[in-house]
């Protein structure tokens, strides 16, 4: 059973940045992503990067502002985030295991507890 723990969430203020980190318990080739939820609102799939980190997918919503990278040696996915909007604050979920685009997060088997993002203006 893979398990994941994400890490790095926080307040900022607007056009501030955010690292947010997920170590995974077990080494996996898995597609890995990030999906966030803001309250009363459903999730959203936003980046994916397949089991090499070669290849990667974003969500119109942060593409060039985010960038989702890799560690395979560290079991470690990241989620770099820049120029933050107060529309970004949501709890962001680290997810793994499906297919890899950024549409589909919703249906990966694997998932993190969540770590809130709180981006004030």
């Known amino acids: 059973q893979l398990q994941l723990v994400e890490s790095g969430g926080g307040s900022v203020q607007a056009g501030g940045s955010l690292r947010l980190s997920c170590v995974a318990s077990?080494?996996?080739?898995?597609?890995m992503g990030w999906v966030r939820q803001a309250p009363g609102k459903e999730r959203e799939g936003i980046a994916t990067?397949?089991?090499?980190?070669?290849?990667?997918d974003y969500a119109d919503s942060v593409k060039g502002r985010f960038t989702i990278s890799r560690d395979n040696a560290k079991n470690t996915l990241y989620l770099q985030m820049n120029n933050l909007k107060p529309e970004d604050t949501a709890m962001y979920y680290c997810?793994?295991?499906?297919?890899?685009?950024?549409?589909?997060?919703?249906?990966?088997?694997?998932w993190g507890q969540g770590t809130q993002v709180t981006v004030s203006s």
């Open positions: 997810a793994a295991g499906g297919l890899c685009r950024s549409d589909r997060l919703r249906d990966f088997r694997y």
């Open positions: 077990v080494a996996s080739g898995y597609c």
């Open positions: 990067v397949s089991g090499s980190g070669g290849t990667t």
